[in-house]
Nanobody, 115 residues
């Protein structure tokens, strides 16, 4: 059983920063990709950023230049550094781990950005 747990969400004013963390645990080894999604009520989840086992990254256009995804393979942890936050970033952020074609999801962490 693989468990994914996010942390680091909170409330911040426009222009502020937050750093989200995602810890994966369980019997996992080898190569795996990880990513961050976000969702607001009534809308589908959208991809925010992803990072491969080799460290390659890509981002949604809306967050390019503001968000940075990184990983610590030794600790099975992925981070999302969010700078210059705007109200449109308000959402529940979910971390996902992809391993041998299976997706594992965390419970989500709330990010609220006020104007």
């Amino acid at each position: 059983q693989v468990h994914v747990v996010e942390s680091g969400g909170g409330a911040v004013q426009s222009g502020g920063s937050l750093r989200l963390s995602c810890l994966a645990s369980g019997r996992i080894f080898g190569t795996y990709n990880m990513g961050w999604y976000r969702q607001t009520p009534g809308k589908q989840r959208e991809l925010v950023a992803r990072i491969t086992s080799g460290g390659s990254t890509n981002y949604a256009d809306s967050v390019k230049g503001r968000f940075t995804i990184s990983r610590d393979n030794a600790q099975n942890t992925v981070y999302l550094q969010m700078n210059n936050l705007i109200p449109g970033d308000t959402a529940v952020y979910y971390c996902t781990l992809n391993w041998y074609g299976l997706d594992y999801w965390g419970q989500g962490t709330q990010v609220t950005v006020s104007s």
